[in-house]
């Protein structure tokens, strides 16, 4: 077992998230009106820009600590279940790594709503920013599977913890709440499989499906020729 911080590069992360931003906010419109939210996404990135302090923690089991057996996979004495991993051919995984990532407690106490609105957008950009460079750093050792994690490919929520008792949020200064949400709010946990040239990706369909896992193993989409997940 391999266990591993990563204060990561506040610059790569800046300019990642601004890509993101624009990516998904669109071409600019014009007027008065568009150069208005204009200059309020720009504050609020600014007042962000001050804050972040991106970082991630990750464990790393090789293949002879992960037993992948239909919804669940054995890492180490911990399991997780995914409804997902039904789907996954059990000799194409090589090895597992668990991760958190936080890009810092954003305090918005006193700002507007608007400012606020746009601070959460933003702040979402970061935390997938921060995801992709910790993505990076990853695939300089190993070929990976999609990014599993609580709400994504049918995994519940209640996995968070077991997420916890393997990687331990609070190495980043991250917890989980009562309800099994994790903080600072823009923070994300998941797991990523080591896997062979063979391994086949799920699809992006199974990100959002919202069927029961015991249906997974009589899914057809894995033979509908489907793109691969987006990495």
Known sequence: MIRKILHMDKG???????????????????????ERK???????AAFLDEQVSPKAAYVFFDQSQVTLTRCCARLGGTGISCKAFSQME????KGAYIFVLSIANIDLSGETMTQRVYADLWGSAYVDAARILLQKELEQHSLLSECFGPGFFGMEMGEMRAIDEIVRFDCIDARIESSGAILPPKSSAGLYFSVTDEYEPLGQPC?????????CEYCGQREKGLPSASK
């Open 12 to 34: 790569d992360c800046c300019l990642l998230a601004r890509q993101i931003f624009e990516q998904r906010m669109g071409p600019a419109g014009k007027g008065a009106g568009a």
């Open 38 to 44: 204009r200059q309020r996404a720009l504050q609020a």
């Open 90 to 93: 059990p000799q194409t995984i």
């Open 207 to 215: 990100k959002t499906c919202k069927g029961n896992h015991r249906g």
